[in-house]
């Protein structure tokens, strides 16, 4: 009895140790809140280790395009492994979504608005295999190194955004921008990691990390790293004539400092081209003027329109004084009369005042009519008939 009841034991717990969280059948759920609509959602999309067609559904229009209205088609894969990383990062806030789905027009809308908008030609968005998110509470660094971790789709790291968020979806294993070595051994201290640093050097464990992939996913259904440009793209054909393995998985994404290079080097090649086609001026036949003249040319004579000096000038007589008038001083002066007391009539000097106060008190455009006294006048006439001969 002893023997066999260490037997079932022993079965029982090899059965609990096949197991892993990862593959037991649980519910699981996601808080959501959608910054662009201010809508705020718990919704299950996963129970007893399925999803559920009714919570893919809520979650296909909570994450729409909110510019168009148009619901989204989620791969499920994304759910999964956003939940994942909020697992591991120990939260209980809502995920705040920066971008979810978006529709093609939309794709392309925002990529006119700038040369550096960072959306790409072909965004895993438009299929619905991106999301753009933020936890409260959580470092955004911490938030990548726990998206690389899984080692599963892209992982894009944007701390300097308006509303700095970390970009999660399920296509090709790549990260950007590209860690140090030293920050990338801080994640991976055994080294095994399919990511690469910015030296573009693997770490040791990079073929481990391949073998674990491949195991994982298949070798036939292995993918790719992209050639292209957009980093959160992964629809380039790779090349034929990569010779192994970690060529083919080498991320391609490209930085400015990258782009920058490439300009310079282009130029320094355009430099060089335009060097070689360079001609020695001195080999061509240039022709030599012919030695100069031994007489001058002749100059027509110019004639100018114009009346020319006038032959006819008029006699101009020199100034002559006129001669100076000896005219007679008069005699018959005002200022020459003597005037006595006794020619003085106080009649005749009050009414002269009273009439100067009359004027002086007038108006401006009143006329007073002022005339000489006739004291004046009678002195006038008496001295004059006195002084004159």
């Known amino acids: 009895m002893a023997t066999v009841a260490i037997a079932v034991l022993l079965a029982v717990a090899m059965a609990a140790g096949s197991s892993s969280p990862a593959t037991a059948a649980t519910d699981r759920s996601l808080k959501l809140f959608f910054t662009h609509t201010g809508e705020r959602a718990t919704i299950t999309f996963k129970r007893d280790g399925k999803f559920d067609a009714r919570g893919l559904v809520q979650i296909n229009r909570f994450l729409r395009d909110w510019r168009k209205n148009e619901p989204a088609n989620i791969d499920p894969r994304l759910l999964d492994l956003v939940w994942e990383v909020y697992q591991r990062s120990g939260s209980n806030n809502y995920i705040h979504i920066v971008s979810a789905y978006r529709s093609p027009a939309t794709n392309k809308m925002l990529r006119g608005r700038s040369r550096d908008s960072g959306v790409a030609k072909n965004s895993q968005h438009t299929l619905g295999k991106a999301m753009d998110f933020y936890i409260p509470g959580v470092k955004l660094a911490k938030l990548r190194s ?27 294993v790549r990260a950007w921008p590209r860690m140090t070595r030293k920050e990338l051994a801080r994640i ?34 292995i993918e790719i790293a992209s050639s292209a440009g957009d980093k959160d793209s992964s629809f380039a054909p790779a090349s034929s004539n990569r010779s192994s393995l970690l060529t083919a ?46 007489s001058e040319m002749e100059i027509p004579r110019v004639e100018v329109a114009s009346l020319g000096p006038s032959t006819d000038r008029t ?17 018959a002066l005002i200022a020459l009369f003597r005037i006595t007391a006794a020619d003085r009539d106080a009649d005749e000097e009050a009414d002269g005042q009273e009439t100067l106060m009359t004027w002086a008190l007038s108006g401006p455009d009143t006329s007073t009519g002022l005339t000489a006294p006739l004291m004046s006048a009678r002195l006038f006439a008496i001295r004059t008939t006195q002084i004159a001969p």
């Open 315 to 331: 006699q101009i007589e020199s100034f002559r004084p006129s001669a100076i008038l000896d005219l007679p001083e008069p005699v």
């Open 146 to 172: 726990l998206a690389m971790q899984m080692q599963v789709g892209g992982v894009g790291y944007y701390p300097a955004s308006g509303s700095p968020f970390v970009h999660l979806d399920v296509g090709n």
């Open 188 to 221: 991976f201290p055994d080294g095994k990691t399919m990511h690469l640093p910015s030296d573009g050097r693997p770490l040791p464990g990079y073929d481990l990390a391949v073998a674990d992939y491949r195991r994982r996913v298949g070798a036939k259904s």
């Open 249 to 294: 998985m080498l991320p391609t994404e490209r930085s400015r400092a990258e782009d920058a290079l490439d300009l310079q080097t282009n130029r320094q090649t355009m430099v060089g081209e335009a060097r070689s086609e360079f001609t020695d001026l001195s080999a061509l036949a240039i022709p030599v003027p012919v030695a100069r003249p031994t």
